[in-house]
Structure formats: C-alpha cells, structure tokens
C-alpha cells in the first residue's frame, strides 16, 4: 500500500494515509454531520477544536456541501448527501488513497452522475490514487482508468476498461456484452482493441498495474484452508 507492505503500516499510518467511503455511508447517527467528518481528526487530538471544526467546514464545502447542513443529523439528510458526508469525512486526514465501496449504490441515476463527476474533480484536484470496488457498468467506465475483473475465486484479468471488455472469459462475456452491459458501453462507444490477443501479456508486478494493456492474471496455486 502506497509502496510499503500492508502490514508495516500499522493503524496510525492507515488513518492518516487511506481514507474509506463506505457502501451506505457508515455515519454515526448520533453524530450531526460536522462531527462526523471531523471524528477522526478529533481522535487524532493534535489540533485545536477551532481548527478541527474549520477543517471539516473545508471538507464539506469541497463536496458541495453549504455550513448549514454541519448541524444536521444523518436521519435528515437524503442519499446523496449522506455519500457527500461520507466522503468528506474519508477525506479529512487528507489522504493519498481512496477506497470506495459501491460509491454509487443506492442513488437515482442523476445522483449518481453528479456524484461520479464529484469524485473526478476530486482526484484530479487533490492528485488522490483511488481504488474502487464496484459492480455498476456506468459507475465503472465514468471512473476507471484501469481494472481488475474477480471471478472463479481469483483476478482473472487486469487493464484498460475497453480492453477488459473484450477478453475472451465467459464471465466478462457475460458481464460485459449482455444486454445491460451493451447499455452502459453505448454512451463511450467502446470499441474492440484491434488484436485483443496481441495485447495480452504475462502479468507485470504491482507498481505496473497503472499502466499497459490488459493481461490475464498470473494462475495461483491450492491453497489447502482450515
């Protein structure tokens, strides 16, 4: 993670370096919406509360959010605003790393545009590296630069979007070339690489994943499990 093992990370340096939207949000409900995105900034106990709730005030503000809906509570917000909540509290320790969790899960279609949009600016602005779990076509192909398909218990392809759309898996035929699929694809005219099997390759190490065409996952031994 951010090219240091997981396991050296420790849960300090998770919490200040990876932020976490979660599917629905995950706010305190007992919390109002300042003292949700402010929650670990406060734990953290280094600032002044003053500047804690001034920081918050800076987040919401970045994800559309106005000073007047800090004192609400999430039982009086709609889904999309919870989302906005979420994710501004996802950003508060200014993190380098975005996780999502279905960002999109939940919201009517125009929700879930605006709140795509959201999230580009907000990588593009804050030079975030985000990395998203989603089943959503249209969620996919509005955010996602790069892929990685799971199926058959293990990653079976990674790449481009349009590349991954047309590797040849029964799953990804599936997903991909259905009738739901064809829908998603048909507003970015996705077109088939001009040799889909030229483009293939071994598998690369992680630091690579970020760039070049698609490429089947490496085979992963049994593992016997108890």
Known sequence: VLGRPASEMGREGAASRVGMLFQHGALFSAFNVLDNVAFALREQGTLPHDLVRDAALVKLQMVG???????????????????????????IMDPPLLLLDEPTAG?????????????????????????????????????????????DKKVIVTGP??????????????????????RAMAPVQV????SASASITEPAPPPALAQGPAQPAAPQPDKEHT
């Open 65 to 91: 959010l106005k000073p007047e809906h800090a004192s609400r509570m999430p039982s009086d917000l709609s889904g999309g605003m919870v989302k906005r909540v979420a994710l501004a509290r996802a950003l």
């Open 107 to 151: 919201l009517d279609p125009n929700s879930s545009d605006e709140f795509c949009a959201l999230l580009r600016e907000l990588r593009a602005a804050l030079g975030l590296t985000v990395v998203m779990v989603t089943h959503d076509l249209d969620t996919l192909f509005a955010l996602s630069t790069r892929v990685a398909v799971l199926a």
């Open 161 to 182: 979007p349009h590349e991954v759309a047309h590797f040849k898996h029964p799953f990804i035929e599936q997903f991909f070339m259905g009738e739901r699929g064809q």
């Open 191 to 194: 077109p088939a690489p001009e």
